[in-house]
């Protein structure tokens, strides 16, 4: 018989240990290791059962133990010490108090967050990049407000059939059995915010809220009574379903997202923020709810629009277009021709997300485009999907090069000491004094060679004994009652060169092809000289058939006597699991599409343990590969066609195995020590460990987006808006009179015959500018490396001042008897080689974040 409803009932705590309530309740815990330690204390093998859970264990800990324990003075002491410890950690200023010019508040929105196995809200690298950027805004003191959704069931759990297909429950997770409490309001009762729909529904939703050390997460839940039951069910599951349900959860994200900051300003005085973050496309709609409030307040749309922008940052994480969330304009229209958002009309919210560019479908309505219309700050996630972001998104400012495009990079991290073995941790701080292994002089012969090779064959093990046991409970899953078999647990080899491989499961992840030659992979797996093992993981979309097809075929590959012991497939990849995968692997797999990773982080977190990558040019490893810390599988782009890359790539990572990384790897001193192998792993440790940490990814935000962007809200905001209203005023004029600018005539002069490096070149540009000044314009001359066809690489721009009647420069130019005015400028010639130049003209204001940002620009021709 199955419950129709369940839920956890808590130990109660004497007050001698009311201290254990406080740490199991915020979730640093998940990356503390002294309170795990406190945890696993009270009961080891329900601390193993918990899954690491804190309150978990609480609730499974006997009456018995729980009484030996507050008899236990040291215990006790021990508790209260890390409660001091993190009351001191939430409320002492740490590395962001130092900053000048810092925003004092700072909203992230986010449709997922993998912060701990205990909180399955997350689904991939984009929850999980999420959780570490909490955390690390945490430890750098950042004064960050989260906002996602709550759902009852998180992402679904896999399990493989027999057959090797995958399967999907959906367990319905009990929030008072979580690391979560109500947000309540003056009176006590649960606070609620409230969204109005089409034919007269309104949908309500409890918050939720999860601290993460210093940064509180609001979670929106939608499975409360004053719903029916069709709206109970919005935040069911996590990217559970399409179409109209997508789109509600996302108009809860964004729209009710900003309500529920509002709600909980009231009520904790904490100051709204001055920042809001978008992390991908879903939560987009948190714009207009900041737009309505302020038409509310006396703005008009454009000029609310100003405002906004001003003080917000998008990420992109996606690579493709297909990958970007796309509703039927008739829908949002549906939605948005309600009382949904007072004072926004929905032609205006239509405009935000309409593709009206070159290639773009006017019936579908674009969140991606939708969000970098409302953000002044925008970013990929590393340097090349920068790149492919710029060119991606290109039709949004047309006639600007790909180079201008407003799409900067900050590139993905990891939080260190969530992802890092405490294996490695007890080495860094015994040999070398510290725990930041981040810090840690891993180059010191402080440290042997002996030393880590040791911590990384205890690894190695640990991962060997975790895949049996996933392994054995897979087996027992399928057949229930049946005797588990003897190979299940000689499967793997604690020895033997291990590669790890674990994404999700689209296409272009590519995860078979490894399988390309079945029967050279099948050679490398069981070779008596040198063995290689594989050990892999990963979810498909439930909707995504192909991909549990590439799973299928794996598993049935694995399947064969002779490969099952060097080959396996874990299933339910998670945070658990990861946590002791990235450490225990040797070499890390990575072999997507190029350049269709736009950063992937797994390789990070191996990384930060020790293990070498083995990937693709693509994401993170395309910046940070330098020949000493793993290998770069060869891209085949040119190709003919997809089966011939394939075809290419896969026989370069046979090779790749087979005469580079197993001889280094089986290569061993008399002290059975690979010297050549554990130098690269030092040089990993040392040179990556701090890059790919997320503490250098948040700092990065901050400096180039959190706080330009503070600073831009604050001045556009100031004065009732003053400059936010003179903005819009001003864009709407250049919009209307920019038909009437042109560059009339370029002239040049001042290089000798043969022009050399340091010469001048002065340039000379007549312009109309209509009904325009020379104010509201900025005349470039762009310059720099000339290719065929006339094209520009490497560019720089010099602008070019205004020129009064006598040649004199002036600070407004004068019109001249056709209309025009002339600007000049010079151009010092400072490298060798092919040089090209051209003028431009663009929109100049004190108040754009770039050029580009209105989309208008005039060339010489």
Same mark, same amino acid.
């Not at 721009?797 to 004199?808: I, Y």
């Given at each position: 018989?199955?419950?129709?409803?369940?839920?956890?009932?808590?130990?109660?705590?004497?007050?001698?240990?009311?201290?254990?309530?406080?740490?199991?309740?915020?979730?640093?815990?998940?990356?503390?290791?002294?309170?795990?330690?406190?945890?696993?204390?009270?009961?080891?093998?329900?601390?193993?059962?918990?899954?690491?859970?804190?309150?978990?264990?609480?609730?499974?800990?006997?009456?018995?133990?729980?009484?030996?324990?507050?008899?236990?003075?040291?215990?006790?002491?021990?508790?209260?010490?890390?409660?001091?410890?993190?009351?001191?950690?939430?409320?002492?200023?740490?590395?962001?108090?130092?900053?000048?010019?810092?925003?004092?508040?700072?909203?992230?929105?986010?449709?997922?967050?993998?912060?701990?196995?205990?909180?399955?809200?997350?689904?991939?690298?984009?929850?999980?990049?999420?959780?570490?950027?909490?955390?690390?805004?945490?430890?750098?003191?950042?004064?960050?407000?989260?906002?996602?959704?709550?759902?009852?069931?998180?992402?679904?759990?896999?399990?493989?059939?027999?057959?090797?297909?995958?399967?999907?429950?959906?367990?319905?997770?009990?929030?008072?059995?979580?690391?979560?409490?109500?947000?309540?309001?003056?009176?006590?009762?649960?606070?609620?915010?409230?969204?109005?729909?089409?034919?007269?529904?309104?949908?309500?939703?409890?918050?939720?809220?999860?601290?993460?050390?210093?940064?509180?997460?609001?979670?929106?839940?939608?499975?409360?009574?004053?719903?029916?039951?069709?709206?109970?069910?919005?935040?069911?599951?996590?990217?559970?379903?399409?179409?109209?349900?997508?789109?509600?959860?996302?108009?809860?994200?964004?729209?009710?997202?900003?309500?529920?900051?509002?709600?909980?300003?009231?009520?904790?005085?904490?100051?709204?923020?001055?920042?809001?973050?978008?992390?991908?496309?879903?939560?987009?709609?948190?714009?207009?709810?900041?737009?309505?409030?302020?038409?509310?307040?006396?703005?008009?749309?454009?000029?609310?629009?100003?405002?906004?922008?001003?003080?917000?940052?998008?990420?992109?994480?996606?690579?493709?277009?297909?990958?970007?969330?796309?509703?039927?304009?008739?829908?949002?229209?549906?939605?948005?021709?309600?009382?949904?958002?007072?004072?926004?009309?929905?032609?205006?919210?239509?405009?935000?997300?309409?593709?009206?560019?070159?290639?773009?479908?006017?019936?579908?309505?674009?969140?991606?485009?939708?969000?970098?219309?409302?953000?002044?700050?925008?970013?990929?996630?590393?340097?090349?999907?920068?790149?492919?972001?710029?060119?991606?998104?290109?039709?949004?400012?047309?006639?600007?090069?790909?180079?201008?495009?407003?799409?900067?990079?900050?590139?993905?991290?990891?939080?260190?000491?969530?992802?890092?073995?405490?294996?490695?941790?007890?080495?860094?701080?015994?040999?070398?004094?510290?725990?930041?292994?981040?810090?840690?002089?891993?180059?010191?012969?402080?440290?042997?060679?002996?030393?880590?090779?040791?911590?990384?064959?205890?690894?190695?093990?640990?991962?060997?004994?975790?895949?049996?046991?996933?392994?054995?409970?897979?087996?027992?899953?399928?057949?229930?009652?049946?005797?588990?078999?003897?190979?299940?647990?000689?499967?793997?080899?604690?020895?033997?060169?291990?590669?790890?491989?674990?994404?999700?499961?689209?296409?272009?992840?590519?995860?078979?092809?490894?399988?390309?030659?079945?029967?050279?992979?099948?050679?490398?797996?069981?070779?008596?000289?040198?063995?290689?093992?594989?050990?892999?993981?990963?979810?498909?979309?439930?909707?995504?058939?192909?991909?549990?097809?590439?799973?299928?075929?794996?598993?049935?590959?694995?399947?064969?006597?002779d490969i099952r012991k060097r080959l396996v497939f874990l299933p339910n990849y998670d945070i658990g699991m990861a946590q002791l995968l990235y450490?225990?692997?040797?070499?890390?797999?990575?072999?997507?599409?190029?350049?269709?990773?736009?950063?992937?982080?797994?390789?990070?977190?191996?990384?930060?343990?020790?293990?070498?990558?083995?990937?693709?040019?693509?994401?993170?490893?395309?910046?940070?590969?330098?020949?000493?810390?793993?290998?770069?599988?060869?891209?085949?782009?040119?190709?003919?066609?997809?089966?011939?890359?394939?075809?290419?790539?896969?026989?370069?990572?046979?090779?790749?195995?087979?005469?580079?990384?197993?001889?280094?790897?089986?290569?061993?001193?008399?002290?059975?020590?690979? =010297? !050549?192998?554990?130098? *690269?792993?030092?040089?990993? &440790?040392?040179?990556? %460990?701090?890059? +790919?940490? #997320?503490?250098?990814? /948040?700092?990065?935000?901050?400096?180039?987006?959190?706080?330009?962007?503070?600073?831009?809200?604050?001045?556009?905001?100031?004065?009732?808006?003053?400059?936010?209203?003179?903005?819009?005023?001003?864009?709407?004029? =250049? !919009?209307?009179?920019? *038909?009437?600018?042109?560059? &009339?005539?370029?002239? %040049?002069?001042? +290089?000798? #015959?043969?022009?050399? /490096?340091?010469?001048?070149?002065?340039?000379?540009?007549?312009?109309?500018?209509?009904?325009?000044?020379?104010?509201?314009?900025?005349?470039?001359?762009?310059?720099?490396?000339?290719?065929?066809?006339?094209?520009?690489?490497?560019?720089?721009?010099?602008?070019?001042?205004? &020129?009064?009647?006598?040649?004199?420069?002036?600070?407004?130019?004068?019109?001249?008897?056709?209309?025009?005015?002339?600007?000049?400028?010079?151009?010092?010639?400072?490298?060798?080689?092919?040089?090209?130049?051209?003028?431009?003209?663009?929109?100049?204001?004190?108040?754009?974040?770039?050029?580009?940002?209105?989309?208008?620009?005039?060339?010489?021709?």
């Open positions: 018989m199955k419950a129709i409803r369940r839920f956890t009932v808590r130990t109660v705590l004497p007050e001698g240990l009311s201290a254990l309530d406080e740490l199991a309740g915020n979730l640093r815990w998940s990356w503390h290791q002294p309170t795990q330690e406190l945890f696993a204390f009270i009961d080891p093998e329900l601390w193993g059962a918990s899954h690491h859970d804190p309150v978990g264990l609480l609730g499974m800990v006997s009456p018995e133990r729980v009484a030996e324990l507050a008899a236990d003075k040291q215990f006790v002491g021990r508790a209260n010490d890390l409660r001091t410890d993190l009351r001191t950690y939430i409320s002492e200023p740490r590395w962001y108090q130092g900053q000048k010019d810092a925003p004092a508040s700072i909203a992230y929105f986010s449709p997922e967050f993998g912060i701990a196995a205990a909180l399955p809200q997350y689904s991939g690298g984009l929850g999980i990049l999420a959780g570490d950027h909490l955390k690390s805004a945490s430890d750098l003191g950042l004064p960050l407000l989260a906002v996602g959704l709550f759902y009852r069931s998180g992402y679904f759990k896999q399990a493989i059939s027999p057959d090797g297909w995958q399967q999907e429950t959906y367990p319905v997770l009990d929030p008072d059995g979580l690391p979560l409490s109500v947000l309540r309001g003056a009176d006590g009762a649960p606070a609620q915010v409230a969204l109005a729909l089409p034919a007269g529904r309104t949908l309500f939703a409890r918050v939720w809220q999860a601290d993460v050390g210093r940064v509180k997460l609001l979670l929106l839940d939608t499975d409360i009574p004053e719903n029916d039951e069709s709206l109970r069910t919005v935040t069911d599951r996590l990217y559970g379903g399409g179409g109209e349900h997508r789109l509600l959860q996302e108009l809860l994200l964004g729209i009710g997202g900003v309500r529920a900051i509002k709600l909980f300003s009231e009520l904790s005085g904490r100051e709204f923020p001055q920042v809001f973050h978008t992390n991908e496309g879903h939560a987009g709609f948190l714009g207009l709810e900041r737009i309505s409030d302020l038409v509310a307040a006396g703005l008009g749309f454009g000029e609310a629009l100003e405002v906004v922008r001003a003080g917000t940052v998008f990420t992109t994480h996606t690579p493709v277009p297909a990958g970007i969330d796309r509703f039927e304009r008739s829908l949002v229209e549906a939605y948005f021709s309600t009382d949904l958002l007072p004072g926004v009309a929905v032609q205006d919210v239509l405009a935000l997300g309409t593709e009206n560019y070159e290639g773009g479908n006017a019936g579908v309505f674009n969140m991606a485009v939708m969000g970098l219309r409302l953000a002044q700050h925008a970013n990929g996630v590393s340097k090349l999907h920068g790149e492919v972001s710029r060119g991606m998104f290109s039709g949004l400012w047309p006639g600007f090069d790909q180079a201008d495009v407003p799409i900067t990079s900050v590139t993905n991290g990891v939080h260190a000491p969530t992802w890092t073995d405490p294996m490695l941790l007890r080495l860094a701080e015994d040999k070398l004094g510290t725990i930041d292994t981040t810090v840690a002089d891993w180059r010191s012969k402080s440290v042997s060679d002996e030393d880590l090779w040791r911590v990384r064959g205890q690894m190695r093990e640990q991962l060997v004994a975790d895949a049996r046991e996933r392994i054995r409970d897979a087996w027992q899953q399928q057949n229930p009652g049946s005797v588990v078999p003897t190979w299940i647990g000689e499967a793997l080899d604690p020895a033997a060169l291990t590669i790890g491989f674990a994404r999700r499961v689209p296409t272009y992840k590519r995860l078979t092809l490894m399988l390309h030659d079945e029967n050279r992979l099948r050679a490398i797996l069981t070779s008596k000289k040198r063995p290689v093992q594989m050990i892999i993981a990963g979810k498909s979309h439930p909707a995504d058939d192909e991909g549990k097809r590439l799973i299928q075929r794996l598993v049935t590959f694995a399947q064969d006597p450490p225990g692997t040797d070499v890390w797999l990575n072999n997507p599409l190029r350049p269709l990773e736009a950063c992937g982080t797994s390789g990070m977190k191996a990384a930060l343990n020790g293990a070498l990558n083995l990937s693709i040019l693509d994401g993170w490893w395309n910046e940070y590969y330098d020949g000493e810390n793993g290998w770069a599988i060869p891209s085949s782009d040119a190709a003919g066609d997809a089966a011939e890359r394939d075809a290419l790539e896969a026989g370069a990572l046979y090779d790749l195995i087979e005469h580079q990384i197993a001889p280094r790897f089986y290569d061993r001193n008399k002290d059975g020590v690979p =010297v !050549r192998w554990v130098k *690269s792993i030092r040089h990993t &440790l040392a040179t990556l %460990s701090p890059e +790919l940490s #997320a503490d250098r990814m /948040v700092k990065e935000y901050v400096g180039k987006l959190y706080t330009p962007a503070g600073k831009a809200a604050s001045v556009i905001a100031a004065d009732d808006y003053a400059a936010g209203r003179e903005l819009a005023a001003w864009k709407d004029e =250049v !919009r209307r009179d920019w *038909s009437g600018v042109q560059v &009339l005539h370029v002239e %040049s002069g001042g +290089l000798a #015959a043969i022009p050399r /490096v340091g010469d001048e070149l002065h340039v000379r540009a007549r312009v109309q500018l209509g009904a325009l000044s020379p104010e509201d314009v900025s005349v470039e001359v762009v310059y720099g490396k000339s290719l065929e066809g006339d094209s520009l690489e490497d560019m720089t721009t010099v602008q070019l001042a205004p &020129l009064v009647e006598d040649g004199s420069s002036a600070a407004t130019g004068a019109v001249t008897l056709d209309g025009s005015t002339t600007f000049a400028g010079t151009v010092t010639l400072k490298r060798p080689g092919s040089f090209g130049y051209n003028v431009r003209v663009v929109p100049k204001s004190q108040y754009l974040a770039s050029p580009a940002e209105l989309g208008l620009v005039t060339v010489a021709h």
